[in-house]
């Protein structure tokens, strides 16, 4: 037996021994990806509105009040399918929503806000991708709470939903909610 | 009593996959001929099973049996017929009863046609294919039983999801499965072959046509997937490089990788090693794409179920067959010996590089797929990988291949001569770059390489591909169906290359809001909205709009019918945008959102050249269809003589 013809089988085993490890050892779950930046303040963003981009947008603007940071695409399947429940979670609170255009084509995503319908109250372009990381978002759509404070206290990955807006959200918006 | 039998239907299958497996290998091992006629029947038996219970669950669809859980929640008193059987493979447990139906019956058809092969090895390839069966039943059973009941029994159900209510989508996973775990049946080979040490060109020869079919099914399987998600969505759309998506691609890759490969190994007896491995990984990774969806692990609009149970027992699974298998080549590969060479010039070489850029392009795709995923695990911070990475590492090697296929179609086997095929290379050169000048006129805009260097390769593998039967036709020489397949292949790539060009980058897109009786022009075409109003389907009310569009002239060219959908049971708003075909461009309308005052906002597209994406995509398969049809792979098998020379050694 050649050493080199054991390479497959042994890359094939270390894949499986993350998967494994994915599943159970690390107790992960895709959805509860835990986010190093739970309970530390809010990485700052800096950019420019994606109507006008000779606004800038900052979060300072939104410090004092709880905040919801989304970052999505016009790219993003699921991104698609959390739009119609973001719009439902902006009908019923006053929490600012902020997104956060990932990487994307800016007449697109004007286009799409046009055509679905826009939730946020402010919507910030991320071109460099460069926000995201200082964010840590591992992919679109991901959702931020930010409290009073200016620290993350939830992160939600995947397609939001206003069921998670009620179960995981509002709680946390609560004085003293997200300890 | 539908469900309970259906239970016991499967039970059954499990028990002769069990013995399939178990005659198999042993009477093959012992060389006991009464243990190895058990197999067949036992195969056929198992397949009747499996199909009964496909069919008990397609029944309860059609009875409206509220009763039985899986029912209840993918289907509806309301639903359209066809899509009551759309949903048995609806959701997770029906899609994987499909996995094993389908599986059951390409081991049927092994187990009928493979009478001219040596009877100790269409033992091992069927106790192999067993194998594959019985942990895909015993999956099935424990972790996702689609025929549990519900008590009480709902008066009605849950409806299925309204994305899956289109006949493309109905279509498209049994295709898709039938591609996906056709793949088996080369793995399966494989196997046999390395278990008996026996790894010869009867091998390949044996293997290729069986890897053709279940080839030209995944081709299918996945333009049907992308017409869908073009016409559906409701964004036009067609490749999203979403995780689910690239799970088909990958093996489709490997797998047309292996069809390449396999070619050399026939006819040259040479890569022997490297097409064993391709066979293995093509199904792997279509292994790996259930585990990625079925389990979870990777968050996709397309992972419908999602259960860390199921996740870690398809994961043993994974690894008792693809550990398994790749043990079973470290073992075996390290025996073969190449006696034949080539030169450089020659197809043997085309072929090799085919096959690295090929696996280079699925690498490349897999490690964005999990790098995310693997970065996390690790704690090296997350990274995001998006469609603008896929497109940029995918053209890496696309280029170079495309350029590869025009040259190396005439790249005579072992040593080719430049001479009597340079006077054609450059006049086929030639052509593709006057055609990709006036095809950068005609849509005009201003000049890019990529789109010019796309333009010119599409050109030049149609005209290379249209060339080698115009040759034989010259010469007046017969076509062999193998290479007549080979072109029309070939055709079909650059078809789809002109179409994903031209489609990508010369679109039109707007989105406009308008009011009645209003107007918006997008590529010459005058869209006006003429009419709304309410409509009722079967199980949805809609919006529906009539736009008629005119061309630069001012004639009429089609009024279409966009629509905005809303089903009833799952609430769930639908975009079925209308959409107008010529031999030139799509016209596509869709429908958005009522900003009020009767004004609506809508997407208008033009889209030149589009449908040839998918005709091309077609025009592979039907080459594939072509090539597996070949009459050499009918003849009788079992008359021919080994070569000695290519067997392995023995341990």
Redesign the interface.
């Known amino acids: ?2 050493a080199r ?2 390479i ?2 042994l890359a ?2 270390v ?2 021994g ?7 050892g ?1 107790d ?4 509860l ?1 835990d986010s190093p930046l739970i309970g530390r303040p809010a990485p700052d963003i800096s950019t420019v509105t994606l109507a006008d981009a000779g606004r800038p947008l900052t979060s300072k603007q939104f410090l004092g009040k709880p905040f919801v940071v989304n970052f999505w ?6 991104c ?2 959390e739009h ?1 429940e973001f719009l439902a979670i902006a009908k019923e609170t006053d929490v600012p929503i902020v997104g956060i255009d ?2 994307d084509d800016h007449p ?1 995503a004007v ?2 806000l ?4 826009n939730p946020y109250d402010a919507v910030g372009v991320d071109d460099d ?1 460069k926000i ?2 200082d964010w ?5 759509p991901e959702t931020f709470l930010v409290s009073a404070a200016g620290e993350v206290i939830h992160k939600h ?3 939001m939903t206003v069921e998670a807006w009620r179960k995981d959200f509002v709680p946390r918006l609560a004085p003293g909610g997200g300890k | 009593m539908t469900a309970e039998l259906g239970q016991i239907a499967l039970i059954l299958a499990l028990c002769l996959t069990i013995a399939q497996a178990v005659f198999g290998l042993v009477g093959a091992a012992r060389g006991w001929d009464n243990w190895m006629a058990v197999v067949r029947p036992a195969t056929v038996g198992q397949a009747g099973f499996v199909v009964l219970a496909f069919l008990l669950l397609a029944s309860a669809f059609l009875a409206n049996d509220f009763s039985v859980q899986y029912v209840a929640m993918n289907s509806n008193s309301q639903l359209p017929t066809l899509y009551r059987v759309a949903a048995v493979w609806g959701a997770h447990e029906g899609s994987m009863l499909l996995w094993a139906t389908i599986l059951a019956l390409w081991s049927c058809a092994v187990a009928l046609l493979s009478r001219s092969l040596p009877l100790a090895f269409a033992s091992r390839v069927l106790a192999v294919l067993g194998i594959i069966s019985a942990g895909i039943l015993l999956f099935i059973l424990l972790t996702s039983n689609p025929f549990i009941r519900l008590v009480p029994a709902p008066f009605d159900g849950n409806d299925l999801n309204p994305l899956l209510q289109d006949p493309a989508l109905a279509m498209h996973p049994p295709i898709l499965y039938t591609g996906y775990v056709g793949f088996a049946v080369a793995f399966a080979f494989a196997c046999a072959a390395m278990i008996e040490g026996r790894l010869d060109q009867a091998w390949a020869r044996w293997t290729r046509p069986w890897t053709t079919v279940a080839w030209l099914f995944l081709t299918i399987g996945i333009t049907l997937g992308s017409w869908w998600a073009y016409y559906e ?1 409701g ?1 036009g759309g067609w490749w ?1 490089w ?1 995780p689910v998506e690239n799970a088909s691609f990958m093996p489709w890759l490997a797998g047309t990788a292996l069809i390449h490969s396999l070619a050399v190994t026939e006819k040259r007896g040479l890569f022997r ?1 490297w097409t064993l ?1 391709l066979a ?2 093509a199904f ?1 990774l279509s292994l790996l794409g259930t ?1 990625l969806v079925r ?7 397309h992972a419908f179920a999602s259960d ?1 149970l199921r ?2 027992f398809i ?1 043993g699974l ?2 008792l067959f ?2 398994g298998a ?2 079973l ?3 075996r ?2 025996q073969l010996r190449s006696s034949a060479g080539f030169e450089l010039w020659s197809r043997e070489s085309f072929l090799l590089f085919n096959n690295i850029l090929l696996v280079i392009a699925a690498s490349l795709i897999l490690l964005g797929t ?1 790098y ?3 970065l ?2 690790m704690k090296l ?8 990475y896929f497109q940029l590492v995918f053209l890496i090697p696309v280029i170079p291949l495309v350029t590869l296929l025009i040259v190396g179609m005439h790249a005579a086997w072992k040593r080719a001569r430049l001479a009597p095929v340079k006077r054609r290379l450059v006049s086929i050169a030639l052509a593709g770059v006057i055609a990709a000048v006036l095809l950068s006129l005609t849509f005009g805009g201003r000049p890019r390489t990529l789109v010019f260097v796309g333009l010119a390769l599409a050109v030049a593998a149609m005209l290379s591909a249209l060339s080698v039967p115009f040759d034989h036709l010259r010469r007046r020489v017969t076509i062999p169906r193998g290479v007549l397949g080979m072109s029309v292949a070939h055709f079909g790539v650059g078809l789809f290359t002109l179409g994903a060009t031209v489609a990508s980058a010369y679109q039109v ?3 406009v ?1 308008l009011g009645m009786g209003q107007s918006a022009n997008v590529a010459g075409y005058d869209f006006r909205l003429t009419d709304l109003r309410s409509v009722e389907g079967p199980n949805y009310a809609a919006r529906e709009a009539d736009v008629v569009i005119t061309d630069a002239g001012g004639r009429v060219v089609t009024v279409l019918h966009p629509q905005k959908r809303v089903y009833r049971v799952q609430q769930q ?1 639908m975009t079925e945008a209308g959409i107008n075909v010529s031999w030139r461009r799509d016209l596509f309308v869709a429908l ?2 009522d900003l009020g005052n009767g004004v609506w ?3 208008l597209q033009y889209k030149p050249l589009i449908r040839y994406l998918w005709l091309g995509s077609l025009c592979m398969a039907l080459g594939g269809l072509i090539a597996a049809t070949d009459r050499r792979y009918r003849i009788a098998l079992a008359r021919e003589r080994v070569d000695t020379d290519t067997v392995a050694e023995r341990a």
Do not use: H, N
């Not at chain 2, 389990?295 to 609009?301: A, D, L, N, P, Y």
């Open positions: 037996m050649k013809f054991l497959p089988a094939v085993a894949l499986f993350f998967f494994w490890y994915a599943l159970k690390g992960y779950d895709p959805q990806i695409g016009t790219w993003c399947v699921g698609r399918e119609p990932w990487k697109a286009a799409w046009g055509q679905l319908g991708g995201a990381i840590g978002v591992y992919g679109a990955v995947g397609p | 969505l964004w999203m979403d090693s491995l293995l990984f792997s585990f389990s979870g692990i990777i968050v996709s609009v860390p996740g870690v994961l994974l690894a693809i550990l790749l043990t080549y470290a073992w590969a390290g999990l995310p995923l693997l996390a695990l911070g997350t990274i995001s990988v998006g469609p603008p897109e707007r989105d809001s708003p958005g959102e906002s809508l997407r």
